[in-house]
């Protein structure tokens, strides 16, 4: 296992969710002909650094017998795009309006694929309000995952350790805001519709 205590068909469903989100989001009306891209083993990678995060989070939290909840899903999914940053500005393109659709391109996904989680409508939400929301990631670090993207350099985007990470605690502070956030955003959600 590529995380202990997580089964590989969990990581590769994980990853193939990512990929989805991130087609998805590269596809957008606002990123579309941005000239952004990612790697190819980046979906993998986010799959392995999620589990490895959520696993580390459990330690300290989870109680016996329960699962983790949506809002620590989505959370723990915001953190690991946002400090992973797997959109990258094509390296032909050294335009600077390039560069900064690039650094929105990643709190952009991280957002989508979170809210989604907790049926939260951040996409109809003022642009003012959203713009706060990414420029707040843009210094996001979990250094704890580290070690994992270096394997995954060396290794052309291969994850081959069994991964166990301990969380700092100013990482372990981090998480606990993103969850709070969350748990807000899960309070308002988009209405089902009529015969639904």
Not at 37 to 44: A, C, K, L, Q
Not at 61 to 69: E, P, S
Not at 119 to 128: E, S, V, W
Request: proline share 6%; hydrophobic share 40%; with cysteine.
């Amino acid at each position: 296992m590529p995380v202990v205590n997580v089964a590989a068909d969990d990581i590769i469903a994980r990853a193939k969710y990512f990929r989805q989100m991130l087609d998805n989001e590269l596809a957008s009306p606002a990123l579309r002909g941005a000239e952004l891209f990612y790697h190819n083993s980046m979906p993998d990678i986010l799959a392995h650094c999620y589990f490895a995060i959520s696993e580390a989070y459990k330690k300290i939290y989870l109680v016996n017998g329960h699962r983790t909840d949506s809002s620590k899903r989505a959370a723990l999914t915001c953190a690991t795009i946002v400090a992973i940053a797997p959109i990258r500005q094509n390296p032909d393109s050294n335009s600077e309006e390039k560069a900064i659709e690039a650094a929105y391109a990643n709190p952009m996904l991280a957002m989508s694929c979170s809210c989604s989680i907790v049926n939260h409508p951040f996409h109809k939400r003022p642009f003012d309000d959203r713009h706060r929301v990414y420029r707040a990631f843009f210094d996001f670090s979990l250094p704890s995952i580290e070690p994992i993207l270096a394997e995954a350099r060396a290794n052309r985007g291969a994850i081959i350790s069994d991964w166990e990470i301990p969380l700092t605690s100013p990482e372990e502070t981090l998480l606990n805001l993103l969850v709070d956030d969350f748990v807000m955003y899960s309070k308002f959600t988009i209405a089902e519709q009529e015969g639904r």
